[in-house]
């Protein structure tokens, strides 16, 4: 049995015609749609949604001649219900279904006669149809053969790389100022209130991959539920973060520095407006997140900034604990996509499933780099119209490439451990893209990004015969001279 997606093409009765194209499910092993709109051939829709054709007494005689036909879904099967329209002089049949498409699984040795094209489409897109064509709608059904490249991988490929480099690059900034604080006592105790870092000790690395296991299995179990606690939690994290990006980069402009009084606190006016117009993004975002036209830009800006935030904030104390914590993602992600479909009921991964909305849920997650993809398909409109990259696949490699840069700093190893890991994290996304293209589904990005990245950072470490000293982390005055 195999389901393959395609394209219903339909055409409104006005002047000029308004169109619109729609998502169906086929099976190739009963017929072969054609590849382009120009071989397909039209037909007359025939709205019978109110029966479920299981019987041609449902039908007036003649009312299917040389048409398309769509039924509901009911208890008997859908080669029964084509055979039934194809006696009745049906051209077409479309059967409406309600619940989430499912692949067409009928036996079709037991109807060797059949040879109408049978496709099933979401009820749904059955009432968009009549409120935007009207009545009178000629229908086409084709499929295109899917693009072996999209090119909105390249966007996500520039995006993932740029943050994961900038992050590392900020993680760097902050140790060096952490150094010379250390070096000037006066320093010190300024710096230390200022500090927000968080460090991961082997334990809780342990510990927030077990976290990460139970939070995916909740939202898979009470999605419906908890993708809204993720949602006003991604609102919060990200204004907070986009805050903290464009603070640090205010900062730096001698500019705009007058204070106010509040709370026995100075506070720079420019810090109050920043701080509004990041709380406004967000909360836009969380108004209009279903806007596919234009919403994912900014869910993109907040997830960089998120990303950012996190790569800088979180740091990792030796090259044991990235070890640690990128092994047991890479264990995570492996099974949650690959394992668990021999677990669940449906036979879908938990990953796979919780990123596309189980069920069908109209929500997603937002933890989620999406670009729109560029070369139209069926899959365009019926699995997801965007190419998707988690969040973890940045944050995670991307706090290795920022304990690469502090080692750089702490060691003034002049960036090579920080410039090789970007590299080596580039070419795991490129790997990351070749298998996908090649196998046509969705891959665990930590697979290929994991060993890319800690194979080359443990090369440069023993070639440059340091392997000791960034396993187990450098100490603050290690390569700092004040």
């Known amino acids: 049995v195999t389901a393959d997606e395609g394209i219903l093409h339909a055409s409104g009765s006005g002047v000029p015609p308004v169109t619109k194209d729609y998502c169906i499910i086929y099976n190739s092993h009963w017929i072969s749609l054609p590849k382009s709109l120009d071989n397909a051939t039209s037909r007359t829709l025939e709205n019978l949604t109110s029966t479920v054709l299981c019987s041609s007494s449902e039908v007036p005689s003649g009312l299917m001649k040389d048409k398309a036909v769509v039924v509901m879904r009911g208890n008997c099967t859908s080669l029964e219900k084509a055979r039934i329209a194809q006696s009745l002089g049906a051209k077409m049949l479309l059967i409406a279904s309600k619940p989430r498409l499912s692949p067409l699984s009928d036996n079709k040795t037991d109807f060797e006669d059949v040879t109408l094209p049978v496709a099933l489409i979401r009820y749904n897109d059955i009432v968009d149809m009549q409120l935007m064509l009207g009545n009178e709608v000629n229908v086409t ?100 973060s986009l805050y903290n990006c464009l603070a640090a980069l205010i900062g730096e402009i ?32 969380a108004v209009f997140r279903n806007e596919d036209r234009w919403a994912w830009i900014l869910q993109d800006i907040l997830g960089v900034a998120f990303c950012l935030n996190f790569i800088k904030t979180l740091k990792m ?20 996509v690959f394992i668990t479909p021999f677990i669940t009921k449906n036979g879908a991964s938990i990953m796979v499933e919780v990123a596309a909305g189980p069920f069908g849920n109209s929500e997603k997650l937002p933890v989620v780099i999406r670009v729109p993809r560029l070369e139209y398909s069926a899959s365009t409109l019926c699995d997801m119209p965007f190419s998707l990259l988690g969040f973890g696949d940045i944050i995670v490699p991307g706090l290795l490439v920022a304990y690469c840069r502090r080692f750089d700093v702490q060691t003034s190893s002049s960036s090579v451990y920080y410039i090789s890991c970007t590299i080596a994290y580039a070419i795991g996304m490129v790997l990351t893209f070749i298998v996908l293209a090649l196998m046509k589904m969705g891959q665990p990005a930590l697979l290929y990004l994991v060993p890319c990245t800690l194979i080359t950072s443990s090369l440069v470490a023993w070639r440059r015969k340091e392997m000791k000293k960034f396993w187990k982390g450098s100490s603050y005055q290690v390569g700092w001279m004040p």
């Open 317 to 336: 104390p030796n090259f044991k604990s990235c070890v640690i914590l990128l092994g047991l993602l890479l264990l995570y992600d492996v099974f949650f």
């Open 141 to 240: 059904l084709y499929s295109p053969p899917l693009p072996e490249f999209d090119c909105s991988m390249v966007v996500i490929f520039l995006i993932a790389v740029f943050t994961v480099a900038l992050g590392g690059y900020w993680s760097g900034v902050a140790e060096l100022e952490n150094l010379k604080a250390i070096a000037s006592p006066g320093e010190r105790e300024t710096r230390r209130k200022k500090e927000e870092n968080v460090t991961f000790t082997p334990v809780t690395v342990i510990l927030f991959v077990v976290i990460c296991c139970v939070m995916l299995v909740l939202l898979y179990f009470f999605y419906k539920w908890l993708v809204y606690v993720i949602i006003s939690v991604f609102c919060l994290a990200s204004a907070m």
């Open 254 to 285: 001698p500019f705009g520095q007058c204070r106010i009084a509040c709370c026995n606190k100075n506070i720079e006016v420019r810090l109050i407006f920043l701080a509004v117009f990041c709380i406004a993004a967000a909360v836009v975002w």
